[in-house]
């Protein structure tokens, strides 16, 4: 099972890193032309597609073979990546817990996080594939 952590761990850091700049990109540049809203929705399948790739690539080169193998590479990553962001918004935007909880009720909120359970259920999606 330590196997599996390990590539949740290698998973969260290669989606991570895609999304930190596609979430640059979606900042900057694609909010401000369509708004918020919109420029999550174009962001969402790229990232869900990136997390296709990046779990198909990575569960045969880490050996992740079982369903629960992969149920748990998930479950790492998507725990990782929700105390990244947590982490992220109270050093780096200066929220409390209360105010990024509630930042997911919210319509960017529950599209991100519908995100990060597809991203999180992506490993056993794709270990099915191969």
């Known amino acids: 099972m330590t196997r599996a952590i390990r590539a949740g761990f290698a998973y969260f850091a290669l989606v991570f890193a895609v999304a930190f700049l596609l979430g640059i990109v979606r900042t900057l540049w694609i909010a401000p032309e369509l708004g918020a809203t919109n420029a999550v929705l174009v962001e969402l399948p790229l990232m ?15 050996a992740i073979g079982s369903a629960a193998e992969q149920l748990m590479m998930g479950v790492t990553a998507f725990a990782t990546l929700m105390l990244a962001e947590l982490g992220l918004a109270v050093l780096l935007l200066d929220q409390t817990f209360a105010i990024w909880f509630g ?28």
């Open 48 to 62: 869900l597609a990136v997390s296709w790739f990046v779990a198909r690539w990575l569960v045969p080169r880490m």
């Open 103 to 130: 930042e997911l009720f919210g319509i960017l909120g529950i599209l991100g996080f519908l995100g990060q359970i597809g991203f999180g259920a992506i490993p056993l999606l794709a270990g099915r594939q191969i």
